[in-house]
């Protein structure tokens, strides 16, 4: 079964400082998606960036980026020049597509930005 | 666009009593999914369905039961709820059966069992 592991339960980052989020995975499949997902106290799951595990360039959204290893099974998420608004909990989670679009998540990281 | 709307938002039950969750989502989708997130922990899949009539078992199961007879509605049941069902439930849905479509997440039902 494929498992996802975030080892950081808390990360903490000072206002436009750059932080990095480890994940690593577990699949023997060869097609596989990989997201961060953030999760703000109001709960809901907002989708950070994805990245298709075909794709050898790193995806970014402005501020966000990941580091995708793919050999290493590892998809870290980057963000720069943090935002108090980037406080919450980010969730990493996988997904292959013969499962039936079932997400498979980390336990998340909790991020805390300091002003 | 509504998206994906969960109801109740909150609610409390006492030991044994039932109770169902519903889910609805106005964007056509094909695929649904009830999560549920325990405190300090990722989401774990309890049923999904692929379309209307189709259910099956996600990685915890026991204790719930689901039904899809429209494909907006995909609603969750509690038959004897237990302490240990206390948690957030999520509803999700998406299109297709591709990576690059990305769940639509309902904002969660904070379910609390005493």
């Known amino acids: 079964a494929q498992t996802v592991t975030q080892s950081q339960p808390e990360m903490s980052v000072q206002e436009a400082e750059t932080v990095t989020l480890s994940c690593t995975y577990d699949?023997?499949?060869?097609?596989?998606?990989l997201f961060w997902y953030k999760q703000p106290p109001s709960r809901q799951m907002i989708l950070v960036i994805r990245?298709?595990?075909?794709?050898?360039q790193n995806a970014t959204e402005n501020r966000f980026s990941v580091n995708f290893q793919k050999a290493a099974k590892s998809f870290s998420l980057k963000i720069s020049d943090s935002q108090l608004g980037d406080a919450a909990m980010y969730f990493c989670?996988?997904?292959?597509?013969?499962?039936?679009?079932?997400?498979?998540f980390g336990k998340g990281t909790l991020l805390t930005v300091n002003p | 666009n509504a998206g994906v709307t969960q109801t109740p938002k909150f609610r409390i039950l006492k030991i044994g009593q039932s109770m169902t969750l519903q889910c609805t989502q106005d964007?056509?989708?094909?695929?649904m999914y009830w999560y549920r997130q325990d405190p300090g922990m990722g989401l774990k899949l309890i049923y999904y369905?692929?379309?209307?009539?189709?259910?099956d078992k996600g990685e915890v199961p026991n204790g719930y039961n689901v039904s899809r007879s429209t494909t907006e509605d995909f609603p969750l049941r509690l038959e004897l709820a237990a302490p240990s069902q206390t948690s957030v439930y999520f509803c999700?849905?998406?299109?297709?059966?591709?990576?690059?479509?990305?769940?639509?997440f309902g904002a969660g039902s904070r379910l609390t069992v005493l």
């Open positions: 999700a849905s998406t299109r297709e059966r591709t990576g690059a479509n990305v769940l639509t």
């Open positions: 699949t023997s499949e060869s097609d596989y998606y």
């Open positions: 990245q298709e595990a075909y794709k050898q």
């Open positions: 989670a996988y997904i292959d597509p013969g499962s039936n679009y079932k997400l498979t």
């Open positions: 964007m056509n989708h094909n695929y």
């Open positions: 369905s692929v379309g209307a009539g189709i259910t």
